[in-house]
C-alpha cells in the first residue's frame, strides 16, 4: 500500500492505482470522457488533470499516472495531489473550451441531450463563453451499421468506442484514421460493425456521436419512467433497464451488475423492444372451421374446458417455452399436475438435461464471474459468442489476461479469441477423457473450466455426453473443494428456473418430443413454446404474446404478457434467481400468463390456490426456498457431477452442433422486431460475402 | 493538414501483391521484429509497397499488408492516414513534387516554387496534371535546411532552387530524364556557398604534420618529467598552448587523404582575403537577399 495525501486527506491505496482511483477512493470527483474502467487507458481527453506537488509543474493527467509513479516530499511526506485547487479549476476550464471549440450546439436536436457527459460536465467545469469565433470543424457522418447512428462533428475523440470493440468485443473493425483535428472515428470503408456487443459503444460514446438509431428521436431521458429488470434473450440474465413512456417501451439499456453482464448487454437485448409492439395477440382466439376467430376470455376458456372435459390425465400435457417465467411455469406444473397429467417438458430443444441428477448437473456451477479464476477452458459443442455473448466477452476478458489455453470441441466457429480446436464431436471428448494433450492441460490448471454447450447434450445421445463431460471434468480435477469447473451454458431464458421446478416428465411420461409427435398427446398446454413444431392432432391451447410459430399451430390463443409487462422470476445459466419487474401493461385484453392459468383452473373446474402473485411466490418458495434468494446463486451440490461421472454410455459418433444458428432470431420476440430481421440480413449478407 | 481519404474506387487498383524482389525485401523486414510484433513492420511495408505502385497507397495494398502482418485492415488504415508520408491519391506518373514550406525554405523563396508548381502541374495540390505525369504537394521540413529552398522527388532532394532552377527540373522529368540531384548552385552538399573558411591548410592534408605538432612536444617533455619523478608537471605555458595548432588525433585517418586541390586552393584564398566574395559560385547565387 502507498500512502498519498488528496485535498488533505491522508490515505492509502494500492501502488498500482491510478492517480484517479486514488482521488476517487479519497472521495474527490474527477471529471473524465476518455478513462473508462474497463478499457484500456488512453490518456487522450486531458480532462482529469490534477495538480501533483513535487511532480512537472504542470496538470497531470490522473487517469494514466500511478500512486508509485510518484515521489514522496524532501522528508518522506507522501505525495500530495490537489483536485480543487486553482490551477486545476483553470486546468479543466481550458480543456473544456478546447473540447466545444469543434463541438457543435445542437443539443436541442441530440440524441444525448439530457444524459450527455459533455453537457454534464461543461455545466460543472467550464466556463460560460467561448473566445473561439471561427468557423467549427464539420466531419462527415459514417455508416457503422444498422445499430448505431453517427453524428461525426459531435465526437470528441476519446476513443472509447476504438478500444471498446477492439478490446471487449474483440473485433477490430472501428478505428480513428487521419490525426490532429482531423481525426475521424470509423470502420474500415464504412462496413458495418460485425459484434454482437455493438450497442454498448452509444452507451460509452460520452457524447451523441455515437447513438442508438433505432431509438433516434424517439424520446429524451427525463420523460422515461426507468424500470429495473432482467433481459430473457439468453440464459445469462444479463441487468437490465427498462426505459418506458407510458405504454410503450422506448429502449433498453445495461445495469451494473459485476457478476453477472458487468455493464455490458447484446445487441439482441438492447434492440429487442420494437418488436414488443409488433405481432402482439391482444385478445382471445379460437379456431372454428380451420380458422382463427377472434373470441372473448369466457368463450377461450369455455372451448378449453370443453375440450379437457374427459380427456384422462396422461392424454394432456404441457410445454414449457423459453421466456416463461418460473411464476407461470409453476402455475402450469400445478395446473397439469390437477389434471393429472405428468406430461410436461421445458425442454423444447429435446436436451437431455435432467434434474432428477441434481442440480449441479445442469447449472453453469463455476459461476460467469469464476470464469475470471479459470486458468484453463475447455468448451463442448458450445458457441458461446452467439449463445450468451456478454459471457464470451468475459471469457476474452480473462484470455487478455494471459495463460488461459482454451480448447474447443464442436464447430468451428470465430469466438473473438484464438482456441485450440481439438475436433467436431463426441469422438474427441472420449478422446480427451482418456488422454491427450489438452487434458494435460486440463490437468495441470489450478481451476479448470469445462463448458457444455446445448449443442453438445440437444440430441438422443445428450445424457451420455453429459455423463462424459462430467467423467471428464472430473478426471482433470475440475471439480474439488471450493471449484466446481462443470459448467453448463443454457440458452433459453427459462430453462433452468423450470428445471429447478421439475418441470420435466417423470419416468414414464411423455418428454417434449413425444408429446409433439402425431398422437402425442390429446390436449396441449404451449406456454409460448414457440420453437418446436407440434405434429396435427393435438388440441394445442397456446399462452403467449406474440403471432409466431406457435400461435400458427394454436386451436386457442390466450394472450399473455411479454417479460416487460409481468413481474417474474428468471433464474440464469449459474442458477442466479433474479427478478424482472413490470415496466409496461400488456397490450389489449391480454394478461399476465400466471392470471391466465389461474383463471383458466376455475373454468376447467381445478382452481389454483392462489389467487395473487405474492400467494403464487408463497407456494413456490415453500417448495423451493432457493428462489426466494433474490439476486443470489445457491450453489448446488457437487456430489451430483461426481455421480453423473460414474453413469455410463456412450455417445454416437455425431459432430455438435451449434444450438443457435441464428443469433438475431432466437425468439418470438426477435422474430417480430424490424431491427432484429435486419441485422440477421445483414449477418447472412456477410457470411455470403465470407464464403465467395 | 486536411481530411486525407481513399482515392475513388474508379482510381483503385483490382489487387495488389509484392514483387519477388519485394517480397523477400518484406519477408527480412518483417524478421526483424520478435514474434508477436509484427506489425512493428507495417511502415517500412507500406512505404515500399508505396514505392512498388507508382508512389501512392492503394486500398489493395493496405489490405494486402495488412494480412502479411496479422493485423485488421482498419489498423493499417490508421497508419496509412496518420502519416502524411503516405499518398493515398495516385500521383505523377514521372514526378511527385513534394515542396518544403516550412520557415527556412519559405523565407528563401519556395513560395515562388510553389508558383512554378501551379503554374506547370496544377493550381491544387494533390491533383493531377493534364497529362497525368505529375503533381505536387507542399511538406514539412525535410531537413536540408541549409541548401533552402528545396524539393524533394522520390528519393532525391534538390536544394538551392530557383524558380528557373525547377522549371530545368520539371523539363528534364518531362523529357523522361532524372535531373542531377542535390544543390542545383554548384555547391558541395551543404559547405558553405562562399566556400571552406576553417581547417584550410594545405600540410593538414599532405601528411607533413603527422607526429610534428607543438602539443605533441610538449607532452613528450611532461611525460619525462613524471618519470623523473616530479609529482606536479607544470602546466604548458598558454600561450605556448594558444600558438600550437592542434595535432590531429592519430587514430584519425582523414588527414592522410588527400584534399581535393582546387577546393583547398580556393579555401586558402578565401581565407586569406576577408572579403569572402570572390569564390562564390556565380549563377543564380542569392547570397545577397
Keep these: 500500500m502507498a500512502k498519498i495525501i488528496v485535498d488533505d486527506i491522508e490515505l492509502d491505496v494500492p501502488p498500482e492505482y491510478t492517480l484517479l482511483q486514488a482521488c476517487e477512493a479519497a472521495g474527490a470527483e474527477i471529471p473524465r470522457f476518455c478513462f473508462h474502467e474497463r478499457l484500456s487507458i488512453a490518456g487522450n481527453c486531458r480532462m482529469c488533470l490534477v495538480e501533483v506537488k513535487g511532480g512537472p509543474p504542470k496538470p497531470t493527467a490522473s487517469c494514466a499516472m500511478n500512486v508509485r509513479d510518484l515521489r514522496p516530499g524532501p522528508n518522506g511526506e507522501p505525495p500530495v495531489v490537489l483536485t480543487k485547487s486553482p490551477m486545476v479549476k483553470k486546468a479543466r476550464e481550458g480543456v473544456m473550451e478546447f473540447l466545444l471549440i469543434n463541438h457543435p450546439l445542437d443539443c436541442p436536436i441530440c440524441d444525448q441531450g439530457g444524459e450527455c457527459d459533455l453537457q454534464d460536465q461543461a455545466m460543472a467545469y467550464g466556463v460560460d463563453t467561448s473566445r473561439y469565433a471561427e468557423n467549427k470543424r464539420a466531419v462527415e457522418d459514417k455508416y457503422i451499421g444498422p445499430l448505431i447512428k453517427t453524428s461525426m462533428t459531435r465526437c470528441i475523440q476519446c476513443t472509447r468506442c476504438v478500444r471498446f470493440t477492439t478490446e471487449v468485443a474483440g473485433v477490430a473493425e472501428l478505428g480513428a484514421i487521419g490525426r490532429g483535428e482531423d481525426m475521424e472515428i470509423t470502420t474500415y470503408l464504412e462496413a458495418a460493425l460485425s459484434s454482437e456487443l455493438q450497442g454498448n ?79 402482439r395477440l391482444d385478445r382471445a382466439y379460437v379456431r372454428v372451421g380451420g380458422k382463427l376467430k377472434p373470441a372473448s376470455w369466457p368463450e377461450a376458456f369455455a372451448a378449453i374446458a370443453e375440450k379437457v372435459k374427459g380427456v384422462p390425465g396422461n392424454r394432456i400435457g404441457g ?333 454416437a459418433s455425431a459432430p455438435f452442433k451449434a444450438a443457435v444458428t441464428e443469433f438475431y432470431l432466437t425468439n418470438p420476440i426477435a422474430r417480430a422486431s424490424a431491427v432484429m430481421a435486419e441485422c440477421s440480413a445483414l449477418a447472412h449478407s456477410r457470411l455470403a460475402a465470407a464464403a465467395e | 493538414m486536411s481530411v486525407r481519404r481513399l482515392a475513388p474506387k474508379e482510381v483503385q487498383p483490382e489487387s495488389f501483391a509484392f514483387t519477388a524482389e519485394n517480397l523477400v525485401w518484406a519477408e527480412k523486414t518483417i524478421a526483424k521484429y520478435p514474434a508477436g510484433r509484427q506489425a512493428s513492420a507495417v511502415i517500412p511495408l507500406l512505404m515500399r509497397a508505396q514505392e512498388q505502385a507508382g508512389g501512392w497507397v492503394s486500398e489493395p495494398a493496405m489490405r494486402y499488408v495488412g494480412d502479411m502482418l496479422g493485423m485488421a485492415p482498419i489498423r493499417v488504415y490508421e497508419i496509412a492516414t496518420f502519416y502524411t508520408q503516405f499518398q493515398l491519391q495516385p500521383v505523377g506518373r514521372k514526378a511527385h513534387i513534394q515542396v518544403c514550406g516550412t520557415t527556412p525554405c519559405m523565407l528563401k523563396g519556395a513560395g515562388d516554387l510553389m508558383k512554378v508548381c501551379k503554374r506547370r502541374i496544377n493550381a491544387e495540390p494533390f491533383h493531377l496534371s493534364e497529362n497525368g505525369d505529375f503533381s505536387w504537394e507542399e511538406v514539412e521540413c525535410a531537413g536540408t535546411c541549409t541548401n533552402a529552398p528545396m524539393i524533394q522527388v522520390w528519393k532525391d532532394v534538390y536544394e538551392d532552387l ?116 570572390p569564390v562564390a559560385p556565380p549563377p543564380g547565387e542569392k547570397a545577397s537577399d
Excluded at chain 1, 439499456?253 to 409492439?277: A, C, F, H, Q
Excluded at chain 2, 595535432?247 to 585517418?253: E, M
Design chain 1, 201 to 279: 459503444v452509444a452507451d460509452l460514446c460520452p457524447v451523441g456521436a455515437l447513438t442508438q438509431r433505432p431509438y433516434a428521436f424517439h424520446a429524451r431521458p427525463w420523460e422515461l419512467v426507468k424500470t429495473e429488470s432482467v433481459d430473457v434473450m439468453d440464459a445469462v440474465g444479463s441487468n437490465i433497464r427498462v426505459d418506458t413512456r407510458g405504454r410503450e417501451v422506448m429502449r433498453v439499456l445495461p445495469r451494473l451488475n459485476e457478476d453477472v453482464n458487468e455493464e455490458w448487454i447484446s445487441d439482441k437485448t438492447r434492440y429487442i423492444w420494437d418488436g414488443l409492439k409488433t405481432q
Design chain 2, 162 to 277: 530557383t524558380s528557373e532552377d525547377l522549371d530545368k527540373i520539371l523539363d528534364a522529368f518531362e523529357r523522361g530524364e532524372k535531373p542531377t540531384s542535390g544543390p542545383q548552385n554548384g555547391r558541395i552538399t551543404s559547405a558553405p556557398v562562399t566556400g571552406l573558411r576553417v581547417l584550410t591548410s594545405p600540410e593538414l592534408y599532405d601528411g607533413s604534420m603527422v607526429g610534428q605538432g607543438a602539443g605533441l612536444a610538449l607532452a613528450r617533455e611532461a611525460i619525462a618529467a613524471r618519470a623523473n619523478g616530479e609529482t606536479a608537471p607544470p602546466a604548458p605555458p598558454p600561450a605556448a598552448a594558444a600558438a600550437a595548432p592542434p595535432a590531429p588525433p592519430k587514430s584519425d585517418p582523414a588527414p592522410a587523404a588527400p584534399p581535393p586541390a582546387k577546393a583547398v586552393e580556393a579555401a586558402g584564398s578565401a581565407d586569406s582575403e576577408k572579403p569572402a566574395k
Design chain 1, 319 to 651: 410445454l414449457v417455452g423459453d421466456l416463461a417465467s418460473v411464476e407461470e411455469t409453476f402455475a402450469l406444473k400445478s395446473l397439469l399436475t390437477a389434471l393429472g397429467s405428468a406430461n410436461i417438458d421445458c425442454r423444447q430443444d429435446g436436451t437431455k438435461l435432467d434434474p432428477s441428477l441434481g442440480r449441479a448437473s445442469y447449472l453453469f456451477n463455476a459461476g460467469i464471474a469464476g470464469i475470471e479464476q479459470a486458468d484453463a477452458l475447455l468448451i463442448i459443442g458450445s458457441d458461446p459468442r452467439r449463445e450468451a455473448s456478454v459471457l464470451n466477452s468475459r471469457i476474452r476478458k480473462r484470455w487478455l489476461q494471459g495463460n488461459f489455453p482454451i480448447g474447443l470441441i464442436g464447430e468451428h466457429v470465430d469466438l473473438t479469441y484464438p482456441y485450440d480446436y481439438l475436433g467436431a464431436g463426441s469422438d474427441t471428448l472420449v478422446d480427451l477423457v482418456g488422454s491427450g494433450t489438452f487434458a494435460e492441460t486440463l490437468k495441470n490448471a489450478q481451476h479448470p473450466l469445462i463448458l457444455i454447450g446445448q449443442g453438445a447434450l440437444s440430441r438422443p445421445d445428450g445424457a451420455a455426453v453429459l455423463a462424459l463431460a462430467a467423467r471428464l471434468a472430473v478426471a482433470v480435477g475440475a471439480v474439488k473443494d471450493g471449484w466446481n469447473g462443470f459448467s453448463v451454458l443454457h440458452t433459453a431464458a427459462s430453462r433452468v428456473g423450470a428445471l429447478d421446478l421439475g418441470a420435466v416428465p417423470g419416468e414414464g411420461d411423455l418428454d417434449a418430443v413425444a408429446m409433439t409427435n402425431p398422437g402425442g398427446v390429446d390436449v396441449l398446454f404451449a406456454l409460448g413454446a414457440d420453437e418446436i413444431d407440434i405434429a396435427p392432432g393435438a388440441f394445442v391451447v397456446y399462452i403467449g404474446t406474440h403471432g409466431d410459430r406457435g400461435a400458427h399451430r394454436a386451436d386457442v390463443i390466450l394472450p399473455g404478457a411479454a417479460y416487460t409487462e409481468k413481474s417474474g422470476t428468471y433464474v440464469n445459466t449459474e442458477g442466479r434467481a433474479q427478478l424482472a419487474n413490470r415496466a409496461a401493461f400488456p397490450p389489449g385484453e391480454a394478461r399476465e400468463d400466471w392470471a391466465v392459468l389461474r383463471a383458466l383452473s376455475d373454468v376447467i373446474g381445478k382452481r389454483l390456490p392462489f389467487d395473487s402473485l405474492s400467494e403464487l411466490r408463497a407456494a413456490l418458495y415453500k417448495g423451493h426456498p432457493h428462489l426466494a434468494r433474490i439476486e443470489h446463486v445457491v450453489p448446488a451440490d457437487p456430489a451430483a457431477v461426481l455421480a453423473l461421472a460414474n453413469a455410463g454410455g456412450t455417445p
